[in-house]
């Protein structure tokens, strides 16, 4: 195979030097620019190359995961991640994407009415070179740290060093990091950039894919000029040649600026509605930050359903058809990721966009930019008029073409004749138009309330689980004495009927002999969690959504919703969005939670999670607590709830219904993220507040929430066929809910004389809680229950509960709430229940 610069290296003299990578990674073009004669052309951009859109995304998307990993969570966490514009606007955001905790903001040359400037620099080699910045939240860029900015080369450095000494005068801080495909630069730039960090007092590092230099010869600018001269022609297309994905190769003195001849008129082009998701920007000319790429995933499916309905019906038989989808110059990134989702579903497409530099097209194998088009801008832009480009589109073989393009560039010029959708017409059959709404910047002076709702919560500062892992919606009330010794806590309850989510029970702290039985018990059961994480996932996956949102009701539900994301990403390459929110007995769930979902996601999408199911009174609440949210006005969820085990019947949504030890039910805070239990209390919780929580940094050498996760994470192959076969029976079983728990919690209710259901505590994971959180009478063990009630039996030995075992148990085992001794024995409404 040629390599793409090979002709232009013959006739200059142009030698590309270093890493074995670089002519895959890059060929060479010429132009017409008085600083820098010769282009490199990136065949992983997605600009001027058409390429597939999985291997665009992979390469910027890996260079984020290498700064993650530079950075490490906590300093990737408060990063800002900068890409210019406009070749990199979207290999910075795949950057983004990779590091994944950190905002996302690039350059634009396009100025926007209403929003201030932040900043602005000079690129010195472009053929356009004012960058403005202009982020959406001003403080976007006044934070002290990490900053990383993304171009497709470091070529001399200058640009870089422009952008530093701009943004550095405004907000000092200690750190940046470069990123780029490749690094290209000579000796004497890189003692140029050290010496400019030891200015400073910065730390500079760089991450790229490669790295080497072009060596030129003397003469070499004026030598490309006059080459570019010889070999530019009018824009008149010249004799039509066959459509082919690489062209052949031409006579040795090639033709110039070569453009197949127009095709036959086709049908016009055709509109689609993309159903772009209301208030995520369309790209990072404003800012863009992780959960706005959560609701931009959950909706890309939709979208490329529609763009797929569009482009029309595959043949039957013979090849499939070549699609393009095309960029619009800064608007990279919502086309990549569209593209990436239409070859995610199996259509063959390529990738690129549209350009505003010049470049000569020569019609040769060994030459990066083989046809080019020409059309006006349509945007309006701030500079005048002007041509625009779109490289190695025509004569592609591409049998459709996807533009998309803002709304601010949908003007009557794109649609003129001698427009780009004319141009495209005139070349590929098929020309379907996907308009992006450009994302308007909110005045400050008029906020909205949802925009007065906070973030998530994410780790580290909030929980010890990274932090694309959940977002946590709560306050965080860390600083606040909520604790108070169980018998102290249960006589408040009972002597004020104060209700049970105002105060917290004190962390039990395992002693050596339960620690040894948790890992045991994990050593155990991981694969058979493993089995049932990935049988509810791919169950709601397939009936639910396929791009749900997960939203686990802490604390108990968060390891469980942690791991279907994981399944999700393991499985399907799915990153599932997943926040955690509070729900409270008697009081029901966080409506302000549900109020920030509704405005960053569908609420169709929205799936709630828990860790399983008792008698299911949590099931009932969560159905009660959304028909009241709904009825108040509030977006409908559905209270279809997911779980991982079901033994109570509860749910038509699980991963088992065997009543069995899920280990994340024999700890507290240490196997949740050391997050404590939700509360709900009047003087901490206002009425546009979500609920609170606590984090328990301190416990973090007994934590083990990472090693719970990984273990069971570690068996999803190995129980991937069992999977497959539990999802297949489940789908075509009827699984209605029998309740059948609830009536046996009744007649235990009833045997035993206690005759209050909420003090009847049934399966292992209920039964743990009343024996690390409440008063408990006594356990009944179905009889031969083996190792999975080995942690009960020791927790029962230690606080002196006996432990009776009993026949016809539907449950493994049930904890019994102390009928007589009642602090801490609460009723439906959360408060405590009297007895007579």
């Known amino acids: 195979m040629v390599w793409t610069g090979t002709w232009v290296a013959e006739r200059l003299g142009v030698e590309l030097i270093g890493d074995e990578a670089l002519p895959d990674l890059l060929g060479l073009a010429l132009r017409r620019n008085p600083r820098r004669a010769h282009l490199l052309v990136s065949n992983v951009l997605g600009k001027h190359v058409p390429q597939r859109p999985s291997v665009v995304r992979e390469a910027g998307h890996g260079l984020g995961v290498r700064v993650r990993q530079l950075l490490g969570d906590e300093e990737a966490a408060r990063a800002v991640v900068l890409g210019y514009a406009e070749t990199a606007t979207g290999l910075g955001h795949s950057v983004a994407d990779g590091l994944a905790l950190a905002p996302y903001l690039h350059s634009t040359r396009r100025p926007v009415e209403g929003v201030p400037t932040a900043g602005g620099f000079e690129e010195s080699h472009s053929h356009a070179t004012s960058h403005l910045l202009l982020p959406e939240d001003p403080k976007l860029l006044a934070g002290d740290g990490p900053l990383v900015l993304v171009d497709d080369e470091f070529s001399t450095g200058n640009t870089v060093l422009n952008t530093i000494r701009d943004l550095h005068e405004r907000h000092p801080r200690e750190r940046y990091v470069v990123v780029a495909l490749v690094d290209m630069r000579g000796p004497e730039d890189r003692d140029r950039l050290t010496a400019f960090a030891a200015e400073l007092g910065a730390r500079v590092d760089l991450i790229t894919l490669a790295a080497g230099t072009v060596a030129l010869p003397d003469g070499v600018l004026a030598k490309g000029q006059e080459l570019v001269a010889r070999h530019e022609t009018p824009a008149a297309p010249t004799p039509a040649r066959p459509a082919a994905a690489t062209a052949p190769a031409g006579p040795p003195t090639a033709a110039p600026n070569p453009l197949p001849g127009p095709r036959a008129p086709r049908r016009p082009p055709v509109r689609v509605e993309l159903g772009w998701p209301a208030g995520v920007p369309d790209g990072g000319r404003h800012g863009f930050d992780p959960d706005h790429r959560a609701r931009l995933e959950s909706a890309l499916p939709a979208m490329a359903a529609r763009v797929t309905e569009a482009l029309g019906p595959r043949p039957a038989a013979g090849r499939a058809p070549r699609v393009l989808v095309l960029g619009f110059e800064e608007l990279m990134y919502a086309p990549l990721r569209l593209a990436d989702e239409l070859e995610r579903t199996g259509t063959d497409v390529r990738y690129s966009t549209t350009t505003r530099s010049p470049v000569l097209a020569?019609?040769?194998?060994?030459?990066?930019?083989?046809?080019?088009?020409?059309?006006?801008?349509?945007?309006?832009?701030?500079?005048?008029?002007?041509?625009?480009?779109?490289?190695?589109?025509?004569?592609?073989?591409?049998?459709?073409?996807?533009?998309?393009?803002?709304?601010?560039?949908?003007?009557?010029?794109?649609?003129?004749?001698?427009?780009?959708?004319?141009?495209?017409?005139?070349?590929?059959?098929?020309?379907?138009?996907?308009?992006?709404?450009?994302?308007?910047?909110?005045?400050?002076?008029?906020?909205?309330?949802?925009?007065?709702?906070?973030?998530?919560?994410?780790?580290?500062?909030?929980?010890?689980?990274?932090?694309?892992?959940?977002?946590?919606?709560?306050?965080?009330?860390?600083?606040?004495?909520?604790?108070?010794?169980?018998?102290?806590?249960?006589?408040?309850?009972?002597?004020?009927?104060?209700?049970?989510?105002?105060?917290?029970?004190?962390?039990?702290?395992?002693?050596?002999?339960?620690?040894?039985?948790?890992?045991?018990?994990?050593?155990?059961?991981?694969?058979?969690?493993?089995?049932?994480?990935?049988?509810?996932?791919?169950?709601?996956?397939?009936?639910?959504?396929?791009?749900?949102?997960?939203?686990?009701?802490?604390?108990?539900?968060?390891?469980?919703?942690?791991?279907?994301?994981?399944?999700?990403?393991?499985?399907?390459?799915?990153?599932?969005?997943?926040?955690?929110?509070?729900?409270?007995?008697?009081?029901?769930?966080?409506?302000?939670?549900?109020?920030?979902?509704?405005?960053?996601?569908?609420?169709?999408?929205?799936?709630?999670?828990?860790?399983?199911?008792?008698?299911?009174?949590?099931?009932?609440?969560?159905?009660?607590?959304?028909?009241?949210?709904?009825?108040?006005?509030?977006?409908?969820?559905?209270?279809?709830?997911?779980?991982?085990?079901?033994?109570?019947?509860?749910?038509?949504?699980?991963?088992?219904?065997?009543?069995?030890?899920?280990?994340?039910?024999?700890?507290?805070?240490?196997?949740?993220?050391?997050?404590?239990?939700?509360?709900?209390?009047?003087?901490?919780?206002?009425?546009?507040?979500?609920?609170?929580?606590?984090?328990?940094?301190?416990?973090?050498?007994?934590?083990?929430?990472?090693?719970?996760?990984?273990?069971?994470?570690?068996?999803?192959?190995?129980?991937?066929?069992?999977?497959?076969?539990?999802?297949?029976?489940?789908?075509?079983?009827?699984?209605?809910?029998?309740?059948?728990?609830?009536?046996?919690?009744?007649?235990?209710?009833?045997?035993?004389?206690?005759?209050?259901?909420?003090?009847?505590?049934?399966?292992?994971?209920?039964?743990?809680?009343?024996?690390?959180?409440?008063?408990?009478?006594?356990?009944?063990?179905?009889?031969?229950?083996?190792?999975?009630?080995?942690?009960?039996?020791?927790?029962?030995?230690?606080?002196?509960?006996?432990?009776?075992?009993?026949?016809?148990?539907?449950?493994?085992?049930?904890?019994?709430?102390?009928?007589?001794?009642?602090?801490?024995?609460?009723?439906?409404?959360?408060?405590?229940?009297?007895?007579?």
């Open 362 to 836: 020569v019609d040769d194998p060994g030459y990066a930019i083989r046809t080019r088009l020409v059309f006006p801008a349509h945007d309006e832009p701030a500079d005048g008029p002007g041509d625009r480009y779109a490289y190695n589109v025509a004569g592609g073989g591409f049998d459709a073409v996807v533009a998309v393009v803002d709304s601010v560039a949908d003007t009557p010029e794109l649609h003129a004749p001698d427009g780009l959708l004319a141009q495209l017409a005139a070349h590929i059959p098929h020309v379907v138009l996907a308009v992006v709404p450009s994302y308007v910047p909110q005045a400050p002076e008029a906020p909205e309330r949802s925009s007065m709702l906070p973030e998530p919560l994410r780790g580290p500062a909030f929980s010890s689980y990274a932090p694309e892992e959940v977002g946590w919606l709560l306050q965080d009330l860390s600083d606040v004495e909520l604790e108070a010794p169980t018998e102290e806590r249960e006589e408040a309850i009972q002597s004020g009927g104060a209700h049970y989510a105002e105060s917290l029970p004190v962390e039990y702290q395992p002693d050596a002999r339960y620690q040894e039985l948790f890992h045991a018990a994990l050593d155990a059961s991981a694969a058979r969690i493993a089995r049932a994480v990935g049988t509810v996932t791919e169950t709601v996956l397939a009936e639910r959504s396929p791009r749900p949102v997960l939203v686990s009701l802490a604390r108990a539900g968060t390891p469980v919703g942690v791991l279907m994301r994981r399944w999700a990403r393991h499985r399907h390459g799915l990153d599932l969005p997943h926040y955690a929110v509070s729900i409270v007995r008697g009081r029901g769930i966080d409506a302000n939670a549900l109020r920030w979902l509704a405005e960053h996601h569908d609420p169709a999408d929205v799936v709630f999670v828990d860790g399983w199911t008792g008698k299911g009174a949590i099931t009932r609440e969560l159905a009660d607590a959304l028909r009241a949210h709904e009825e108040a006005g509030g977006a409908a969820f559905s209270p279809e709830i997911a779980v991982l085990a079901d033994p109570g019947s509860c749910v038509r949504t699980y991963g088992t219904r065997e009543d069995f030890l899920i280990p994340s039910a024999c700890l507290n805070s240490t196997v949740s993220g050391l997050i404590s239990r939700t509360v709900l209390r009047s003087d901490l919780v206002g009425p546009h507040d979500f609920h609170g929580a606590k984090f328990y940094r301190e416990l973090a050498g007994a934590d083990v929430s990472g090693a719970f996760l990984d273990a069971v994470a570690a068996r999803f192959d190995e129980v991937a066929a069992a999977v497959d076969a539990d999802v297949k029976e489940l789908l075509a079983a009827d699984r209605t809910p029998t309740w059948e728990g609830w009536a046996a919690v009744e007649r235990i209710s009833t045997t035993y004389g206690i005759h209050d259901v909420n003090l009847v505590k049934p399966g292992v994971g209920e039964t743990t809680r009343v024996l690390l959180r409440r008063v408990p009478w006594k356990i009944l063990a179905q009889r031969g229950a083996g190792a999975d009630l080995a942690h009960v039996r020791l927790l029962a030995e230690q606080r002196g509960v006996p432990v009776e075992e009993v026949d016809d148990l539907p449950y493994t085992c049930v904890g019994l709430i102390h009928p007589q001794y009642t602090r801490g024995a609460t009723g439906a409404d959360g408060k405590a229940v009297v007895s007579q």
